[in-house]
């Protein structure tokens, strides 16, 4: 670039539009060491994680302190560089995280004698709601209903059949077990809870058939209600899982589930196609999924989805898509995806090659800070355009995205490619920040104000 050539970042210094403010980080900057749940395969118990954390010392063996004096010289501390996370760990800690204690049992049913009975029918006769039954090594089968606990000796060597005709206003909960057998949800106030177990058996969704009168014509409708709760920590679901609303941390599950509210959900993986629906101001983190169709629905709040893994299902480059008002951030995607939501912010977007537009067509109001490596975007049009032309850059800390095809020069080394990046598309966007560098640390944190960033 010739001397009397300004590039565009001198000529904005020059009309005084960069700010004073300074590059670094949403208030939560994630670095992430999470526990994930054993592998798919796995069926015998696995010890209880471990804590790497180092305790605090005591008051009493707090080495002793004095204050400096006239002639000491303070020492300069290093500060350290900021960290991001970006997706889940690369290396998935295959330990079971810690679980809610078992409770103790009021009642100890055991085959050989041993217990309060042998035969789980006759501690069900005796047992009220609330109360613990434990069951030593063995096969169960529970045929009726109610609000009981169930402790196993372990997902190998305990293993119950629930054979009731339906699930109607119980709350069970199971813990250290299989479970081989449930019938479907029956009626309204279920909950099912499951704590280290292997659950074999589907869950299905409960479903009410309800009549209505319209104007003096009766009229019959089936529709989903929200009859059931499925809360869960530190298991296997081997078959499909289809509750209404879960509640479920450090949880695998094989073959998917259908539509579901997610009250709270982390730590886990899904292997297949999921559904699922945020009623705003809750939180998806820390979970891999093979293919996910994210609703924020009826929120004042943004719902927000961070630090999880989008991986290709079969048959399809779309990894994920978001409809309403979400936020997506420091999240890893192994291809494309449809994101009407309202933001993306720090997402890593690769492809190996099948992928054209990591977006085609429709863009979050907002979407800065991301790296698009492998292949390009193309914005038709914006989930909310009132201020279109600012929604792929920051301006206030002068910060767009990366685009691994716009080779451009950074002459003065500030990380900025000195000329804009004209994005394709009828909308007519351009990044006037786009970024020399995928490592996304560099330009974090962010003290510009910034709803987005969290």
Known sequence: MADDDRSRRQFLRAS????????????????????????????????????????????????????????????????????????????????????PEQPEPDWTVAAD????????????????????IELKAGTYEITSGGEIQFVGAGRS????????????????????????????????????????????????????????????????????????????????????????SMRVSDCRFESGTKLFDAKS????????????????GETVSDTVFTGVSVDVINARESGVITNCHFQQPDGSTEVASFTGNGDVRYCRFEGSCDPNCRSLFANEFTADGAVEYFIDGRAPSEFVANVFDGADIRVDSLRNDFDYKTAPYL????????????????????????????????????????????????????????????
Do not use: W
């Open 395 to 454: 301006e206030a800390a002068e910060l767009g995205n990366y685009y691994s095809g716009h080779d451009e020069s950074d002459e003065d080394g500030d990380d900025i490619v000195d000329l804009p990046y004209p994005i394709s598309g009828e909308m007519g966007l351009t990044d006037r920040y786009p970024l020399a560098s995928k490592d996304i640390a560099r330009y974090l944190p962010v003290t510009a104000e910034c709803e987005f960033c969290g």
């Open 157 to 244: 060597e305990t293993t119950v059949n629930v054979t009731a005709d339906g699930v109607n206003g119980s709350d069970f909960s199971f813990h250290g077990l299989t479970v081989a057998e449930m019938p479907a949800v029956a009626g309204l106030n279920t909950s099912l809870r499951f704590y280290d177990c292997l659950v074999e058996t589907s869950i299905e969704a409960a479903r009410s058939s309800r009549s209505y009168g319209v104007h003096g014509v009766r009229s019959r409708f089936v529709e989903s209600v929200n009859a059931e709760l499925l809360e869960a920590s530190g298991c296997l679901f081997e078959s499909e899982a289809s509750p209404v």
């Open 16 to 99: 005084s539009v960069l700010g004073a403010l300074g590059l670094a980080g949403c208030t939560g900057v994630l670095e992430e060491t999470t526990a994930t749940p054993p592998d798919a395969g796995e069926t015998t118990e696995v010890p209880e994680l471990v804590s790497t954390g180092t305790a605090t010392p005591t008051a009493a063996e707090q080495p002793a302190t004095t204050g400096p004096t006239e002639t000491d010289t303070p020492t300069a501390t290093a500060t350290p560089e900021p960290s991001v996370t970006i997706g889940v760990a690369e290396e998935l800690d295959r330990q079971r995280p810690d679980l």
């Open 113 to 132: 004698g041993s217990g309060d009975y042998e035969s789980l029918s006759e501690a069900m006769r005796i047992a009220k709601d609330g109360e613990v």
């Open 265 to 280: 959900l982390e730590r886990c993986v899904f292997d297949e196609p999921v559904s699922l629906r945020l009623q705003g």
